[in-house]
């Protein structure tokens, strides 16, 4: 994508999940266009810092702070450590997530809590704490939560994850309903069948998932994670800054109609 280089300057970014699979991908287009990232994910700082940096981001553009962002606590020490290191947050990709597949019939009641706390809590959890801190900065900031195109199309075996990722999208057009006339705005951003991460992996692990995908995506092909990287460019430059309350999908056509 075209964006100038500095496309980003000045910005503080929050992200959760950034060192994961697509995380590390959106860290590092976000740094190379100017912007610091302060980001999240449950690794230690050692194991974090080999894929930060073998990566090839910036090294004084990023810092990383370990956090089970599940747990207020940690979620409100995440933000002030941000704070510290780069100043008042202006925007916060609300991005760590996890996916268990298993037929609803058979779904753990264990397993459905710990993936709604993941994918739903903490998603709420940071992104109120960065709302309260926005405000009390008077700063016209940004919230984006990474929802999926299974927000609206069902896909056998990760109902609850469906679930989340939809009540991702409702509480992400309720903080945009509530915050707007302060300037704060909310937006999804819900990628297809990426080539990276948890598609990836149940692509690579499991036969039934690879026979389904390989027909739902109407382009033909998995995901490039830059694709995911490059809306997430575009949501934190200036050019979305009429944007709110809106799901941004980039998915290859897969929302368009069930194909399994
Ligand atoms: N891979 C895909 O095809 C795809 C498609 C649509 C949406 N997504 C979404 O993109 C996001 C990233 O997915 P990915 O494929 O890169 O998966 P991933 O497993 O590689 O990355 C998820 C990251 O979140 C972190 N994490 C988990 N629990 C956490 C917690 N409690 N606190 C902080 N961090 C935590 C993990 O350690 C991991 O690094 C997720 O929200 C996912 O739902 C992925």
Known sequence: MTFRDDALAGQHILISGGCGAIGLTVVKTLTDHGASLSVNDVLDPAEAKQRLDSSGIRPDRVTYIQADLTHKPEVLAYLQAARERFGPIHTALCHAGMVIATPLVDYDEAVYDRLMEVNLKAAFLMAQATARGMLADGIKGHLIFTTSWVAETPWPSIGPYSASKAAMNQLMRTFARELAGTGIRANAMAPGIVNAGMAKRQWET??????????????????????????????CSPAASYMTGSVLTVDGGCSLYPMD
């Open 206 to 235: 499991e036969p039934d998932y690879r026979a389904r995908a390989q027909k739902a995506i109407p382009l033909g092909f998995m995901q490039p994670p830059e694709s995911v990287a490059d809306a997430f460019l575009f949501l």
